[in-house]
């Protein structure tokens, strides 16, 4: 049983930073890409990043490139989400995932396979 556990969120101010935490179960960072979601209010949930079980390669979604790091400590079976120059529209619940993505357009709700609980961040004067 896949099990991610995200910690990390909270409030902050537009321009400051915030990084996530996402502590996965077993050997799932052998078998899937682990990646970020997220759901602003009113909005469907967005994929915007995740990391290669393979070689450890990273994706990003436009919106979020340049200002957000996803990296991974395998010894530590955890995955992390650097978040930089936050804006008010990066409010909402993140989600950590694993799934089988291939590119960012196949990183969808229907694709990702675990969830995790959800973390808010906040980003508010």
């Known amino acids: 049983q896949v099990q991610l556990v995200e910690s990390g969120g909270g409030l902050v101010q537009p321009g400051g930073s915030l990084r996530l935490s996402c502590a996965v179960s077993?050997?799932?960072?052998?078998?899937?890409?682990v990646g970020w979601f997220r759901q602003a209010p009113g909005k469907e949930r967005e994929g915007f990043s995740y990391?290669?079980?393979?070689?450890?390669?990273?994706r990003y979604a436009d919106s979020v490139k340049g200002r957000f790091t996803i990296s991974r400590d395998n010894a530590k079976s955890t995955v992390y989400l650097q978040m930089d120059s936050l804006k008010p529209e990066d409010t909402g619940i993140y989600y950590c995932?694993?799934?089988?993505?291939?590119?960012?357009?196949?990183?969808?709700?229907?694709?990702?396979?675990?969830w995790g609980q959800g973390t808010q961040v906040t980003v508010s004067s």
């Open positions: 995932t694993a799934g089988r993505y291939t590119t960012m357009a196949s990183m969808s709700a229907a694709t990702a396979r675990y």
């Open positions: 077993g050997n799932t960072l052998d078998y899937y890409n």
């Open positions: 990391i290669e079980s393979f070689d450890g390669s990273t």
